[in-house]
């Protein structure tokens, strides 16, 4: 599986980006793909995540300091996910990571461990 990720650039506070994970190669086994940030000097952290099986409905889950700001949805017929992010603040700044999970969860996976591939992230500069 092949993720790459697009979509970062500068925007004020308040402002809005939206980025792009699309996968390829085996993506047919994916079952949850996910978004992570890493700000300079800080740990990579999860901010959302997405989870499908089957035909069933996606589900996402969403850190806390995202919520109600950042969604995420897919397009399955174009094996991509997107990370929609409003209202955006200075602390958003980062590089923003997608990630890939094969294999079935029940849950939306939040630790970079339960993830095998990555795409090779996105630069977010939010300015004050």
């Known amino acids: 599986v092949q993720l790459q990720a697009s979509g970062g650039g500068l925007v004020q506070a308040g402002g809005s980006l939206r980025l792009s994970c699309a996968a390829s190669?085996?993506?047919?086994?994916?079952?949850?793909m996910g978004w992570f940030r890493q700000a300079l000097g800080k740990e990579r952290e999860f901010v959302g995540g997405?989870?499908?099986?089957?035909?069933?409905?996606?589900?996402?889950d969403y850190a806390d300091s995202v919520k109600d700001r950042f969604s995420i949805s897919r397009d399955n017929a174009k094996n991509t996910v997107y990370l929609q992010m409003n209202s955006l603040k200075p602390e958003d700044t980062a590089v923003y990571y997608c990630?890939?999970?094969?294999?079935?969860?029940?849950?939306?996976?939040?630790?970079?461990?339960?993830?095998?591939?990555w795409g090779q992230g996105t630069l977010v500069t939010v300015s004050s």
């Open positions: 990630a890939a999970k094969n294999g079935f969860t029940g849950r939306v996976p939040t630790s970079t461990y339960d993830y095998a591939y």
């Open positions: 190669g085996r993506s047919f086994s994916m079952n949850a």
């Open positions: 997405i989870r499908w099986s089957g035909g069933g409905t996606p589900y996402a």
